[in-house]
DNA sequence: GAAACCCATTCGGCATCGTCGAATGGTTCT
DNA sequence: AGAACCATTCGACGATGCCGAATGGGTTTC
């Protein structure tokens, strides 16, 4: 581990939870010296990578991070398939159907449909939800054993009232979710919102991703369709990956 | 400038170039021993910003970089103004709507309206346009002079016949894009396609982005109104952004 | 089927490069 | 007007990253 390039990506970390910070914020809260913290600083900003507000002081993201993630997005051929299927389950089920990946212990969304009624909604690419607490998580783990040990501590983050955060719970629902491949979650994330997903798998049987619709908390149960619907878009993608079955036991 | 961040940076800045390398391919890219360049790839995939293929030998970028960038996006402000504005201007216009920041000779769009007609569109947030070859970034560069002086050598990128690659030639079309607060672009970045975009002013009087509308090259020269559209877009965002007048005078 | 090659990864010593304390200069608050 | 704070610069020390060489796994070649 290369020490200046850990302590600049941890920089990067704290501009990502606290939208704009001054040098002497990052510094402390990195708990290192401020010139340490400078230098790296503006090495990250001379590749655009971070910028500085106009009156000089305070630093935030800057637009390259933007490019670098849309390489990414098109680098992935799981996102291509899942453009395509998304729109038929988004009108199958009527709802937003959202695809994602995992990473350590949260899902990130790769591809968002908007619900096929017309309405204005916001754009959910890039978004992170605890993996533990969404459906797209939860049908990731439970064909991807060695992850959930590394879910840390005894306690798992609450995001609501309704969170799993006993990690015992949340193997025993696991192992339910890897019997049907179809995972659910009713509030456990944000209130009001529910889900339910289906691993895909790629070529080596991995599962790589995750697809799903989110529903209103007061729709449920979805209909008997629904679940349908999902398992055969994360059938039908896993397919075109060149997944050998569905689903693929972990 | 840190040399190992700087390495780091420019590692990513190879993986975005090409998808998919193997670390030796990276090394001589970068004309740097393997063993350096391992070392800076291990750190950068600790936190999710590369992963390597499940053959475990080539790298690509990671999900952290997409997270980065949705959270890039949430800090301007600008984006969330063009959000608002830009649905009235493609349905004023009948054309798509993007809305760009320059960063070095870059222009990075940070939010893409698809064309009103209804039909399927990719998404375009985060792709990249050399900032001389856009009506993007000629309304930015005709506002922010001093950039003008970064774009290097004597020679720009040609993308097409038509790209501008003579300086001395941007400068003199820049000028009168000052005069109008207006730029234009026929096919010079991409074969059929044209576009119209006006600068964006922040309450400090800079231009802090563009917005303008993309259309066929065949459909060129469009109606009168989508010109005034354009310009009174800009000047809604540059209002409600605190700009103390539109435009503001380089 | 064996051998040779290629490539990712590991290791350790040397020197370089990053780190940090202190000094500077600018700006804001009292 | 003074004081306090903060971003930034500078320089010396020494910890740290760099690189050449060694290792081992995998694939191709003959």
Redesign the pocket.
């Known amino acids: 581990?290369?020490?200046?390039?850990?302590?600049a990506i941890r920089i990067l970390g704290v501009l990502q939870g606290a939208r704009r910070?001054?040098?002497?914020?990052?510094?402390s809260r990195l708990e290192?010296?401020?010139?340490?913290?400078?230098?790296?600083?503006?090495?990250l900003q001379a590749h655009g990578m971070v910028v500085?507000d106009r009156?000089?002081?305070?630093?935030q993201l800057g637009p390259a991070v933007l490019k670098l993630g849309n390489v990414y997005l098109d680098t992935l051929e799981l996102r291509s398939r899942a453009v395509t299927w998304s729109e038929e389950l988004a009108r199958r089920s009527g709802h937003a159907v959202r695809t994602g990946v995992l990473t350590f212990d949260e899902v990130v969304i790769i591809h968002h449909e908007p619900r096929p009624d017309g309405s204005r909604q916001m754009p959910e690419v890039g978004i992170v939800i605890p993996a533990h607490a969404s459906a797209l998580g939860k049908a990731l783990l439970a064909f991807l054993p060695e992850q959930v040990d590394e879910l840390t501590g005894d306690k798992l983050r609450s995001m609501t009232s309704e969170t799993l955060v006993d990690p015992a719970v949340l193997r025993a629902q696991l192992a339910e979710v890897a019997k049907e491949a179809l995972a659910t979650e009713r509030e456990e994330a944000v209130l009001g919102e529910a889900g339910i997903a289906a691993p895909i798998f790629d070529a080596s049987g991995v599962a790589v991703g995750a697809i799903g619709i989110v529903l209103p908390a007061a729709d449920w149960p979805p209909a008997e369709s629904s679940f349908t619907a999902v398992r055969e878009a994360a059938r039908n993608i896993s397919r075109e990956l060149g997944a050998p079955r569905w689903p693929v036991p972990a």
């Open positions: 581990m290369i020490q200046s390039v850990d302590r910070l001054s040098l002497s914020e990052v510094a290192l010296p401020p010139s340490t913290v400078h230098g790296i600083l503006k090495t500085q009156d000089s002081t305070r630093y």
